[in-house]
């Protein structure tokens, strides 16, 4: 076993919510090392926190609206593209989830690189593919249009992620 392959691999673990309003979907532009770019409200997952926990947190943050995700639409893996052609491996496990968008909270400022948030068409997100800071950003919203839901019971946080060491 080379010194490579002794390092245990770790999928970095992400929630994002799939936001529909009048056949508009909320998205965020966000500041990367790529540049200007657009996604879902989406973040990693909190220690502590489930993932349905994890999406609602993250969409307060980045879009100052209150989310409470009601359907797992899939979980879905993908490997960074710009890590990738730097040689690195950093692979993102995503779990999205569909939910009831809730109140606005005007007063609230967004995450550190959160430009604004958009409200785009299916046919401008499909046109805009190269400005996705993640590949997951269209599977996930084809993946809720064609009508995936799921039980947010599905997945299962047992009683000890509550606890911190």
Same mark, same amino acid.
């Given at each position: ?30 500041q ?13 997952l909190? !220690? ?10 993250? %969409? *307060? &943050? +980045?879009?100052a609206?209150h ?5 797992l ?35 609230? !400022?967004?995450?550190?690189?959160i430009?604004?948030?958009?409200w785009? %068409? *299916? &046919? +401008? ?5 190269e ?30 992620v509550?606890?911190?060491?």
């Open positions: 076993m080379t010194n490579a392959h002794s390092i245990r691999w770790k999928p970095n673990v992400t929630v994002a919510a799939v936001i529909e309003r009048d056949g508009r979907f909320l998205l965020v532009e966000e990367s090392g790529d540049g200007l770019r657009l996604n879902t409200p989406a973040g990693h909190d !220690p502590g926190e489930s993932p349905a926990e994890g999406c609602a947190r993250e %969409t *307060l &943050e +980045e879009t609206h989310f409470t995700p009601t359907s639409i899939g979980i879905y893996m993908a490997r960074s593209r710009p890590a990738a052609e730097r040689g690195e491996d950093v692979t993102y496990m995503r779990f999205a989830f569909a939910g009831e968008l809730g109140d606005f909270d005007a007063g609230r !400022p967004l995450d550190e690189g430009v604004r948030t958009v785009m %068409t *299916l &046919e +401008e997100i499909r046109g805009s593919v400005r996705h800071r993640s590949p997951l950003l269209l599977q996930c919203i084809e993946d809720y249009l064609a009508g995936e839901r799921h039980p947010l019971e599905l997945v299962h946080v047992d009683a000890s509550r606890v911190t060491p």
